[in-house]
């Protein structure tokens, strides 16, 4: 009702009923009865009109500055638009796949689909999740468009529960000494041979085999009057968090440890020797694979991780890039997440070794 009032009052309805207004208040004047008293009825008619005519002229310019606001509002908001819109083109630029990409993503899938389906026993499963994973690690080099000397590897590492997981004890790395297995969550497994690079290597030659602690509680913000996180920055604390990990400079990951992490000093100074050692991983990304379900949702059990490392990246330096990524690679995280599944159910391990 009040939008339709002030519709009328801003139309040109209200407008020419205000000037009518005016103009029956002149006529009434005008018959003024000449000499004597003016009849009583001849003044309410002339205040009358008078009334309304000024209260209509003043109800109309009220609506018309109101419409005049809002006006200047959606100007307003949209030029914010227009600028937001400026300011972001060149983060959707940087961060848009090649137009290939997804028909890549596409073609890709298809062959790890049909190499898992062909799958006949755990040998066969085995090479199916290698098959997913170097998938990745192209489509990593597809996305990211960097130049051709630029190598991107991709590996699983499979979250173990503490029972599972004594035999990886001795390969555990960036880890208190005489702290048992058994006092964690598990452990996050990396076997060489669930690797591939987006240069046809299965397994990345440069993959050695160790396994990365799993605290059983992820810790609290320092900022929040925590004592810092408890999980290792990458595979570790993507596992806990459920949600990526990006760190475009591998160099910076000792600092984090100091500054966000309630690590002893003798595990920032191993973190901080081991990256600095290999150089031709500059950066990574951690992404959760989570059990494959009939419905998307929250609450997924996590199997593990999936990283991605490069010796310099391009698109993927930043979290918008990386989000991007791994929402188009749902589809096949799905697909090696039940071929993983499928491994383990026919017999596969996952320990130290050969997995088969």
Known sequence: MKERVERFLVS?????????????AGVVASLRPSGGESHPCWAASLGLSVLAATLLTFARQGAVDRAAERVRDNLERSQQRLENAATGLPDLIRTSPEKNFLWQLGVKFEKCLYVSDAAENVRDLGIALTTCLQAIAELAGDFDNGPPRITYCANLMVFLKPADASSWEPSLTFHETGVAVSSLAGVLALSPVFSGNSKGETPDPKLREFALPVPSELGTEKPKGG??????????????????????????????????????????????????ANTDITGFLAMPLHEASSEFSEGRRALGVINVHWNRPTRLSTMKAAELFY??????????ARTLVAYRQAGGAISPGSPT
């Open 327 to 336: 929402s188009a690679l749902s589809p096949l995280f799905s697909l090696t």
């Open 12 to 24: 040109w309805l209200a407008g020419g009923l205000a000037s009518a207004l005016i103009l029956v």
């Open 227 to 276: 004592t810092g996180w408890n999980a290792l920055p990458g595979a570790p604390f993507a596992f806990l968090r459920d949600d990526i990990e990006l760190f475009t400079e591998t160099t910076a990951l000792a600092a984090w440890c100091h500054e966000h992490g309630n690590f002893k000093p003798s595990i920032t100074r191993q973190v901080d020797e081991y990256f600095r």
